[in-house]
């Protein structure tokens, strides 16, 4: 099946500094990218969906400017935070999309980010 | 607007017992629904979904039922394995959006 791949997995960073999480689609295009966040106990929530070469589209709610957000392939999404404060400390996850259908998202791993 | 609200867990069962973990949700309209499962060091998977009224999901021996009426889609599974340990997210999406809605997800860990 396809495989989405994160990277880091976890990642400690300071406060005040940003940090970088890649998603890769590994044996399919990804024409559409969904990045989520989980907090504890939480439903994961939407973020931003990006389409591969456009700008990012944002859920309402969500600074863009702050979580940073690039498809620059078919096969690569990132999501930066940038600026990080401990609030942002959270399970980021991605998701991809090869087709138009919803049943056709196939999610990555995530990655834990902790902001000290 | 949009939510799915699904059983707190953890729920631990023992080996060949009978699971359900409820979900309930609020839609403006008519939702597709779907259970998706995460095991440990993996993304979330699509276990089931159902598209209309009455529909019934079924997969590796899990089904649910998309009850209108009672706006819910429980999952249940009659025999639960040792594999089946992982986490449990029902979610919707509403009118062919691509968009989903999660609920939190529940936790289940079934004992040998």
């Known amino acids: 099946g396809a495989v989405v791949s994160q990277h880091p997995s976890r990642v400690i960073c300071k406060s005040g500094t940003s940090v970088k999480i890649e998603c890769r689609s590994l044996?399919?295009?990804?024409?559409?990218m969904f990045w989520y966040r989980q907090f504890p106990k939480q439903s994961l929530m939407l973020m931003a969906t990006?389409?591969?070469?456009?700008?990012?589209?944002?859920e309402q709610g969500v600074e863009k400017d702050k979580f940073l957000i690039n498809h620059a392939s078919l096969t690569l999404s990132t999501l930066t935070v940038t600026s990080a404060h401990p609030e942002d400390s959270s399970f980021y996850i991605c998701?991809?999309?090869?087709?138009?259908?919803?049943?056709?998202?196939?999610f990555g791993p995530g990655t834990r980010l902790t902001v000290t | 607007g949009d939510s799915v609200t699904q059983m707190e867990g953890p729920v631990t069962l023992s080996e060949e017992a009978f699971l359900t973990i409820n979900c309930t949700y609020t839609?403006?309209?008519?939702?597709?629904l779907f259970w998706y499962v995460q095991y440990p060091g993996e993304g979330l998977q699509l276990l089931l979904k159902?598209?209309?009224?009455?529909d019934k999901g079924s997969n590796k021996g899990f089904e649910a039922t998309y009850r209108k009426e009672t706006t819910s889609f429980h999952l249940e599974k009659g025999s639960v394995q040792v594999s089946d340990s992982a986490v449990y997210f029902c979610?919707?999406?509403?009118?062919?959006?691509?968009?989903?809605?999660f609920g939190k997800g529940t936790k289940l860990t079934v004992n040998p």
């Open positions: 839609a403006t309209g008519y939702p597709s």
């Open positions: 990006s389409n591969e070469g456009s700008k990012a589209t944002y």
């Open positions: 998701s991809a999309r090869a087709g138009t259908g919803i049943y056709e998202q196939y």
């Open positions: 979610a919707l999406s509403e009118g062919g959006s691509e968009k989903l809605v």
């Open positions: 159902a598209t209309k009224a009455d």
């Open positions: 044996d399919f295009q990804a024409t559409t």
